[in-house]
């Protein structure tokens, strides 16, 4: 009798489950509505109000994870721990948040987010004080766009990041009295949208 119990809740357990050896990360139970490629986790508007536990599963060779146009709110700690990617040092791997409701990062989130290289946070509802923790522990990040958000400066912690090469901000935030000058490292960058205002601006002088 307990054999069979046994057998019956392995089988289910199976069912449930990944196979770490085996699965792709839309096996995962969160992400059975995305679509997954070698190469890409596609999450993008799958009515999505938080981000999926993503443990249990390899994203390796994965170099993009979308989760934009959902309603997701925060990144909490738990939204990428145990997350699993092998790659090579060198690889890009992109991250898309763009155009959700995120307006805040849980501080413990910020170690799971190590290893992406470009981070896509705009249309969203971030503000200055969304900024908490240790942003240091984005080593490998090289590109964060922030436009669209409520963002009345740029974030001090923007600065603590190592290797940022490219920030893109709105442009009515962009003209901020602190537009990154003590960021020696990085390429200040503002939505294309400016270039109008600006040319018109040249105009009427």
């Known amino acids: 009798m307990m054999g069979d119990v046994f057998t019956v809740l392995q089988v289910v357990a199976n069912l449930v489950i990944p196979d770490r ?69 060198k690889a890009e791997v992109r991250l898309d948040l763009s155009a959700n409701r995120i307006s805040s990062i849980d501080p413990a989130a910020l170690p799971h987010l190590s290893r992406f290289t470009d981070i896509d946070l705009s249309g969203n509802l971030m503000g200055s004080d ?38 893109v901000l709105s442009p009515d935030h962009a003209l901020d009295d602190d537009p990154l000058d003590h960021c020696s490292h990085s390429n200040f960058l503002i939505s294309p949208l400016i270039f109008p205002v600006l040319l018109l601006f040249l105009l009427i002088r």
């Not at 060779?61 to 997350?83: K, L, V, Y």
């Open 21 to 89: 050896d085996t699965c792709s990360p839309c096996d995962l139970p969160g992400l059975t509505r995305c679509d997954c490629t070698a190469t890409r986790v596609n999450c993008r508007d799958r009515g999505l109000t938080a981000i999926p536990p993503l443990a249990g599963c390899p994203f390796d060779g994965i170099t993009e994870i979308t989760f934009a146009h959902n309603t997701i709110s925060s990144i909490s700690a738990a939204s990428f721990r145990d997350f699993q990617l092998k790659l090579s040092n």
């Open 130 to 167: 969304s900024f908490r923790g240790d942003w240091s522990k984005l080593q490998s990040l090289k590109q964060i766009d922030l436009s669209g958000n409520r963002i009345q400066a740029t974030p001090a912690a923007i600065c603590q990041l190592p290797n940022l090469q490219i920030i």
